[in-house]
């Protein structure tokens, strides 16, 4: 079963007398890929940005895991956004980009200051709500204001409380990881001081054997054939002479502590130190495929590449929600489209909920587990994208989504339809006979056939290649229709037409 992660509750938005979203509600579900599709104007962008925190509703709930969010500022809320341009800083390379608010932010100073608000936010609320109406008195006034700089000092004693008590346990945690492995290596190094005599004892023998050696190099044998008795000798000498495992030792020694001394100072702090911020910024650009870019300047890059640095930089300190604003709109076809197929496995792996705006209808078929259509503030429709492509609610929908033929027909009862005065059978069957209803059919689900027994005849007006198929016009009984096909055809050629009964789709007229 899905869990609500995300909600909008009777949002009003705006803009001088421009209203833009009126008692509009909707609801995302965790690790759910979601689009907002719909014409120029018609509201998902400022959807968007009242979710990320960038506008406020004029009224309504924005509510996060059960909690109002409205009065949370855009950087404490875990949610994150990829813009249209990227907003990538020219100054910082790739590495840098992407680190930056991992050095810059504490995500769980955020959720602790978050979480502790929460149990506030509803007196909060009532309380600015009460200091809204014009019938309470000045001592009434005053006792409210008062109640609020209570609570926002109640707010603060309690984080600082809530703070102190992780950084001891992350003291505690750091200080348990790594005394056990600092005593381990005391005892190595403890063990190989005292081989102290067998390495003095190993190196006066070595200075013997090679005595030995020169002395009969000196009286002409050669070097290989004197060294050979004490080659076997030598190497386990050798061994014991180099303390090289002491010093590997020691240098491993001095690098925990500094790795100890750095997560300290992390955990003092809640942020990450240089190491964590490393490790997570080469995960991440792991994820978008941009391992060894780290040192790339920005103004190097190509644009998909600017993009993933962009989507990279937004998930590398994993918010709750990822919001996307046309994010692919200034990229080529063919690299949109592979964009398209990368975003959608990006956010299976990391189980982040994706809300991505666009007016591009195939991104949203693509891409979405659910799309939501809208028009002027309103939705239209919601649903998977097969149930939006193959079940389309009204006009609107049927037309912005995909081509469609839509054509006024009568519904006459037992899945038969009337249209184009023919009668068709159809799947449909939730209206009454003699219904006025419309008739949808995708050019791709017309058949082509034989004009003498089709009972859509027309006559070909337009003819264009669409590479893959032939998009052909026709005009019967004085209405034009598209269809899509394989085969060829010639303006002014007669063709007859056929349609399946599940091709067809009946609307309710809504005038």
Partial sequence: MSNKLIELKNIHKA???????????????????????????????????????????????????GVTINNIPAYQRPINTVFQKYALFPHLNVFENVAFGLKNFSRILSDIKNNVASKYEEER?????????????????????????????????????????????????????????????????????????????????????????????????????????????????????????????????????????????????????????????????????????????????????????????????????????????????????????????????????????????????????????MDKGVIQQIGSPMDIYNEPRNRFVANFIGESNIIRGVYKGNKQVEFMHQTFTCVDENFEVGEICDVVIRPEDFDRCSPETAKLVGVVTDIVFKGVHFEICADICGMEFVIHDYEIAKVGDKIGLSVDPYEIHLMKVYE
């Fill in 125 to 373: 609320t009532l309380c600015l709500k009460a200091l809204q109406s014009e019938k309470l008195s000045k001592e009434e006034k005053a006792e409210y204001k008062q109640r609020l700089k209570e609570i926002k000092h109640k707010i603060q004693i309690e984080t600082n409380q809530e703070k102190n008590k992780l950084i001891e346990k992350k003291l505690e945690e750091v200080e348990n990881k790594y005394t056990p492995i600092l005593e381990d290596l005391d005892r190595q190094i403890d063990i190989e001081w005292e081989k102290d005599d067998e390495v003095k004892e190993a190196k006066n023998r070595i200075k013997e054997i090679k005595a030995l050696i020169e002395e009969q190099v000196a009286q002409g044998i050669s070097q290989s054939k004197a060294s050979k008795p004490f080659d076997a000798e030598l190497r386990k000498l050798n061994k014991i002479a180099v303390w090289s495992e002491l010093e590997r030792l020691e240098k491993l020694k001095k690098q925990t502590l500094k790795d100890k001394a750095l997560e300290i100072k992390s955990a003092k702090s809640l942020m990450l130190n240089k190491k964590q911020i490393k490790e997570k910024v080469l995960e991440a650009l792991k994820m978008v495929k941009l391992e060894g870019y780290e040192d790339r300047k920005i103004d190097q890059m190509s644009g998909g590449q600017q993009q993933r640095v962009a989507i990279a930089r937004a998930i590398v300190n994993r918010p709750r929600i990822l919001l996307l604003d046309e994010s692919l709109s200034a990229l080529d076809l063919k690299l949109r489209q592979e964009m398209q197929y990368e975003l959608k496995e990006l956010q299976r792996r990391v189980g982040i909920t994706f809300i991505f705006v666009t007016h591009d209808q195939e991104e949203a078929l693509t891409m979405s587990d659910t799309i939501v259509v």
């Fill in 15 to 65: 803009f001088g007398n421009n209203i833009v979203l009126e008692d509009f509600s909707l609801y995302v579900n965790e690790n759910e890929f979601i689009t907002l599709v719909g014409p120029s104007g018609c509201g998902k962008t400022t959807i968007l940005r009242m979710i990320g925190g960038f506008e406020t509703p004029d009224y309504g709930q924005i509510i996060l895991d």
